[in-house]
C-alpha cells in the first residue's frame, strides 16, 4: 500500500517538472577563474556590472563563491529573455557605451574584467522560473553545484536521470535541485543547484529508513537506493562538484 501511493506520488511529480521547471527560464552561465592575487579585485568588478546592470533595467547575476570542488572561483548566473534579445545590435552597443557607478563605460569595465580573470567558460541553459531561482538563492548558505557532459546519446537520458533524483529526495523530504539544461556554449549539457542553509544541513540531511528509500528509488524509475549513483554514471563522460556560498 505504501508503495503504491508513493508511487503515484512520485509519478505526478514527475509530470509537472517539464512544464514547470524546465522551460521557463533562460539563463547565461559563467564560471571564472581570477588571475593570481586578483580574486577579491575580480569580485568587486563583478559588483559594479550587477549596479551597472541593474540600473539598466536588467536583471544583474545571480552568483556565488567556490569553497571546495572544480577550478572556478566564481559562478554567475545572469537571467536573460532569450538569445536573440540578448545578442540584438541595440542591447550590445547600449551595454557597451553605457556608463557604470565608476563613471567607465561597459566595453571598459569589460576590459578590467578580462584583465583580471584567468580562464573562463559560459554556457547558456534552461532552467527554472527566475523569481523560484532567485527565491531559492537568497535563502541558501550553501550551494552545491553539479557540472555534467552527457555521452552520445544519452543527454536526454541523463536530464530525466536527474529529474528521477529531484523526484526521490523529494519523496524521502529532501530538497530538489534547479536543473540546467544546456542551449549553446561549453561542453557542458547541463547542471544541477541545490540550496542548502549550510554545510550541516548538506551533509545531514533527513533520516528515513533503508524501506523507505527503496521504495522512492523504485518509484522515480530506479532498480533500488544502491543503483542511483550507478544510473547516473552510465550516463555522463565527466562530472565536476562544487560546494559554493553566497558573497556579501
Do not use: C
Amino acid at each position: 500500500m505504501r508503495r503504491s501511493w508513493l508511487l503515484a506520488a512520485v509519478t505526478a511529480l514527475l509530470l509537472s517538472i517539464p512544464a514547470s521547471a524546465q522551460e521557463p527560464g533562460t539563463y547565461r552561465a559563467l564560471t571564472v577563474q581570477a588571475a593570481p592575487g586578483d580574486l577579491l579585485d575580480l569580485i568587486e568588478l563583478y559588483k559594479e556590472e550587477g549596479a551597472f546592470l541593474a540600473a539598466m533595467g536588467e536583471e544583474p547575476a545571480l552568483w556565488m563563491r567556490h569553497t571546495q570542488g572544480d577550478v572556478w572561483d566564481l559562478m554567475l548566473l545572469y537571467p536573460v529573455q532569450g538569445l536573440s534579445e540578448y545578442f540584438a545590435p541595440e542591447r550590445t552597443r547600449r551595454v557597451a557605451e553605457g556608463r557604470t557607478p565608476s563613471g567607465r563605460s561597459g566595453a571598459e569595465l569589460q576590459r578590467a574584467l578580462d584583465a583580471r580573470t584567468a580562464w573562463r567558460e559560459e554556457v547558456f541553459v534552461h532552467g527554472p522560473p527566475v523569481a523560484e531561482l532567485k527565491a531559492a538563492w537568497a535563502a541558501a548558505g550553501l550551494y552545491h553545484v553539479e557540472m555534467y557532459q552527457g555521452l552520445a546519446g544519452k543527454r536526454a537520458e541523463l536530464v530525466q536521470e536527474r529529474r528521477m533524483e529531484n523526484a526521490y529526495a523529494t519523496a524521502l523530504g529532501r530538497k530538489p535541485t534547479k536543473i540546467f539544461t544546456r542551449i549553446a556554449g561549453s561542453a557542458t549539457d547541463g547542471f544541477t543547484i541545490g540550496f542548502y542553509p549550510d554545510l550541516k544541513a548538506y551533509a545531514n540531511p533527513p533520516e528515513t529508513t533503508r524501506e523507505q528509500q527503496e521504495a522512492a528509488a523504485v518509484a522515480a524509475g530506479f532498480r533500488g537506493a544502491d543503483y542511483i549513483g550507478a544510473t547516473l554514471r552510465e550516463l555522463i563522460l565527466r562530472h565536476h562538484d562544487t560546494l559554493a556560498v553566497p558573497i556579501p
